[in-house]
């Protein structure tokens, strides 16, 4: 592992670092948020943030504002990039946003030339909480969310693993990648056509399938003009699906807000205080 930036921020430090993945077969860029309780020699809990198509570690932690409120609250930013890069993994042939480079959907590839690098899911459940619970000084707390196509991994991660995460959060995420475009092109091509291969990457179809705990410890947040909402979110969806389950949500849906990080800088200290509660209870 090796510390490719270090920059004072709140007290704390704003770090970004390089590793080689052996999960997805390529270099491999993460950010950190150090809090300043850290530098004292404290444990903190961690929270995982997924960001969204076309973003890298980079988006959330410069545009934000997180930095201040994780500092107060003691909480460690962890930042993982959103699909495998390099010269030798493969790419959508026609450069598109959403698909390839970019757009790992946070899923374990199964078809070819896919499997041999977009292996996302397994590499954050397991491989970079390894490397990060080995190398910082972190509690066994850790909470998890993430925005739009990172809204959707922070989910489906949640739901399939209800006892490693305290909480989960999204801003504007893909509920339902099934019955969508977006998850629909994604799945076809790193899954396959079988739509049962699909079923344990939709929160939608896990809320209802899994025997998930009413006590699912779960906030969304949505702008209602969102340019994607309609399409590509379909917020509605899963908050049926939790209703029909008798499972309790905590869904905010904000007139005005659109799909931007703007959208994430007006909310994102609800969230940390969100998780907070779980990650020091």
């Not at 590793?19 to 077969?25: A, D, G, I, N, Y």
């Not at 019955?179 to 092109?185: D, Q």
Request: hydrophobic share 35%; with cysteine.
């Amino acid at each position: 592992m090796k510390e490719i930036t270090s920059t004072k921020c709140c007290e704390g430090f704003q770090k970004r670092f390089q590793h080689f993945s052996p999960t997805l077969h390529c270099d491999m860029h993460f950010s950190v948020f150090m809090p300043p309780q850290m530098l004292d020699g404290n444990k903190v809990p961690v929270l995982y943030w997924l960001s969204g198509l076309t973003c890298t570690d980079e988006n959330f932690s410069t545009k934000s504002g997180a930095q201040k409120i994780a500092a107060q609250l003691g909480i460690m930013l962890v930042i993982p990039d959103t699909s495998p890069r390099g010269n030798n993994v493969p790419d959508d042939e026609s450069a598109a946003y959403d698909f390839g480079l970019g757009a790992g959907f946070y899923i374990n590839a199964t078809q070819e030339p896919w499997s041999a690098n977009y292996q996302m899911y397994d590499y954050i459940v397991k491989e970079l909480p390894h490397l990060i619970e080995n190398n910082f000084a972190v509690t066994n707390k850790k909470a998890i969310s993430g925005h739009s196509m990172g809204g959707h991994g922070a989910l489906v991660i949640a739901l399939r693993n209800p006892n490693s995460y305290t909480s989960v959060s999204a801003f504007s995420p893909i509920v339902n990648p099934m019955n969508v475009p977006w998850g629909i092109k994604a799945f076809s091509n790193y899954l396959g056509k079988d739509k049962k291969d699909w079923q344990m990457y939709d929160a939608t179809w896990l809320i209802q399938n899994q025997n998930i705990s009413k006590d699912f410890k779960v906030r969304i947040d949505q702008g209602l003009a969102d340019q994607f909402l309609a399409e590509q979110l379909q917020t509605q969806n899963f908050e049926e699906a939790c209703r029909r389950m008798q499972i309790n949500t905590d869904i905010h849906l904000h007139a005005g807000y659109d799909h931007s990080y703007y959208f994430i800088a007006s909310f994102i200290d609800e969230h940390l205080k969100f998780h907070s509660k779980f990650l020091y209870s």
